[in-house]
């Protein structure tokens, strides 16, 4: 299931970077200066990098991804729950993007900074919640 989730996942962002190729060649001169599709393209960006950390650090080791105490499987869990929530987040943004007609009077600098600062909130809150996941795992483990 996780194998083939990936391989729809890839499929997807193929599809999101060739669909935006094919729509930025004929329009180079208006969407070279856009914003928001400047935007997408650093959020997409994103997803692909942060997709490919995914697959080649997370993905092998999550057999590791164990909730008890050890250093390694902290580190792990640590980084799949910040990789996850910007992923998410990314996803979410591409497609909020891809909806809008235009994204207001925001520059593209404005842009990339609130997304920089939605992307740091993630990655605080995704520890935030690894960390209250994991207290709950073993306050569950102590009563049984």
Request: charged share 15%; hydrophobic share 50%.
């Amino acid at each position: 299931t996780f194998d083939t989730l990936t391989n729809v996942i890839w499929v997807g962002l193929a599809i999101l970077v060739l669909s935006g190729l094919m729509l930025f060649l004929p329009e180079q001169d208006r969407l070279g200066v856009s914003p928001k599709f400047l935007l997408k393209v650093v959020v997409v960006s994103v997803i692909a990098v942060n997709g490919l950390a995914l697959n080649m650090f997370v993905s092998p080791r999550l057999r590791q991804l164990s909730f008890d105490g050890t250093k390694p499987a902290r580190r792990l869990r640590r980084l799949a729950f910040a990789l996850g929530g910007i992923s998410i987040v990314s996803w979410y943004m591409a497609f909020l993007l891809g909806s809008l007609r235009h994204i207001g009077r925001y520059s593209f600098e404005e842009g990339v900074l609130g997304y920089g600062i939605i992307l740091a909130g993630v990655v605080v809150g995704s520890q935030i919640f690894e960390r209250l996941v994991v207290r709950g795992y073993h306050a569950l483990s102590e009563h049984s």
